[in-house]
C-alpha cells in the first residue's frame, strides 16, 4: 500500500474573491440575499446539531447570530427596494479573507 504525503500549506493566510461585478438591483438583491439565507440555514443547523447532542444546551450564541443576520437582511431588503427600478448598477466587491491561528 502506498501512503501519500499530506502537504500542509505554509501560506497561513488565503483571500478569495467571492463577489466581484456589477449587478442590476435585483440581482444584487438576490446575490446578497442567497448568501445571508445560507449563513442563517447554516447556524441553523450548527444550532440543530449541537441540540441533538445536549438538549439542556445553550444556544444563546447562535441564537444571537442567527437574529443579527435576519436583522441585516430585513436591512438589506429594504435599501435594495429602493433601488430597485432606478436604473442604477450596484457593483459589488466581496472578498473573504481566511487567516489560521493556533487553538487557543
Not at 504525503?5 to 444584487?28: D, M, R, W, Y
Not at 427596494?81 to 432606478?86: A, D
Amino acid at each position: 500500500m502506498k501512503t501519500k504525503a499530506v502537504t500542509v500549506p505554509t501560506t497561513q493566510e488565503h483571500q478569495i474573491g467571492l463577489i466581484k461585478g456589477n449587478f442590476s438591483p435585483e440581482e444584487a438583491r438576490e446575490i446578497l440575499e442567497s448568501l445571508i439565507d445560507q449563513k442563517i440555514k447554516f447556524n441553523e443547523v450548527r444550532k440543530f446539531q449541537r441540540w441533538t447532542n445536549d438538549h439542556q444546551c445553550d444556544t444563546s450564541d447562535l441564537d444571537a447570530r442567527i437574529k443579527e443576520l435576519k436583522d441585516e437582511r430585513s436591512e438589506l431588503l429594504k435599501f435594495m427596494e429602493t433601488l430597485i427600478g432606478s436604473g442604477k448598477t450596484i457593483r459589488i466587491s466581496g472578498e473573504v479573507n481566511i487567516e489560521v491561528k493556533d487553538h487557543e
